[in-house]
């Protein structure tokens, strides 16, 4: 049961630009929702989050939205550099403080 | 502090053999996850602790798995016997308990590989 979608494995875009990833989750219940960063051979670590009463959060390059009616939020990067690449997961989290992630995204930043 | 460790970083085994995998939270922290991470679903929630005791083990695949928590700073996710389709990369992560919103610290993960 995949409560949190990631449905683009993949994500190529040119430095400078903006990357947009996107994540959307079908539990009404969570109200917590994070991003998290992997590079290879290395566990997530944390990126940035957002609480459901807010529908922005802006830190540095990173801001993430929320959509609370669609069930989406989104991560936005501006400028992209090449140090972003890597895979991105969105997670959520409800009143029993678990958390849950989607599948992840690999975001590729080319030079 | 040195961070959430995993041992070993890697594993490779034969199908039918016992695998432990061993994870030391971050003093201080009262939480444990255990994740699994493989191409098809990412990231699944296998089990989580809370103060040493288990609060949530609906993603344990079967029984196979088990988890334990013998002290507040160790835990140990056991697969009895394994199979070829539990190769994957094991996570744990620990949190401070300190209130709802809690960023979540992940080890390097153990990968295993079972043949």
């Known amino acids: 049961d995949q409560q949190v979608k990631q449905n683009s494995p993949s994500l190529s875009v040119q430095e400078g630009r903006i990357s947009i990833l996107n994540c959307d989750y079908t539990n009404s219940m969570f109200d917590y929702f994070l991003w998290y960063k992997k590079y290879p051979a290395e566990g997530p670590t944390f990126l940035i989050s957002?609480?459901?009463?807010?529908d922005k959060n802006e830190d540095g390059r990173f801001t993430v939205f929320l959509n609370k009616s669609a069930k989406h939020l989104s991560l936005h990067i501006v400028p992209s550099q090449p140090g972003d690449s890597a895979v991105y997961f969105c997670a959520a989290s409800g009143l029993n403080n678990d958390m849950r992630f989607g599948a992840g995204t690999r975001l590729t930043v080319k030079p | 502090d040195a961070g959430v460790i995993q041992s070993p970083r890697h594993e490779v085994t034969e199908m039918g053999q016992e695998v432990t995998l061993r994870c030391k939270l971050i003093?201080?922290?009262?939480?444990l996850f255990w994740y699994r991470q493989t191409m098809m679903r990412g990231l699944e929630l296998l089990i989580y602790?809370?103060?040493?005791?288990?609060?949530?083990d609906s993603g344990m695949p079967e029984d196979r798995f088990s988890a334990k928590m013998p002290n507040a700073s160790f835990s140990t996710l056991k697969i009895q016997p394994s199979e070829p389709r539990d190769s994957a990369v094991y996570f744990c992560?620990?949190?401070?308990?300190?209130?709802?919103?809690?960023?979540?610290?992940f080890g390097p993960g153990t990968r295993l590989t079972v043949l």
């Open positions: 602790f809370n103060n040493n005791v288990p609060i949530d």
């Open positions: 957002i609480s459901s009463i807010k």
């Open positions: 992560a620990s949190t401070q308990d300190s209130g709802r919103y809690n960023e979540q610290f």
């Open positions: 003093s201080g922290h009262n939480s």
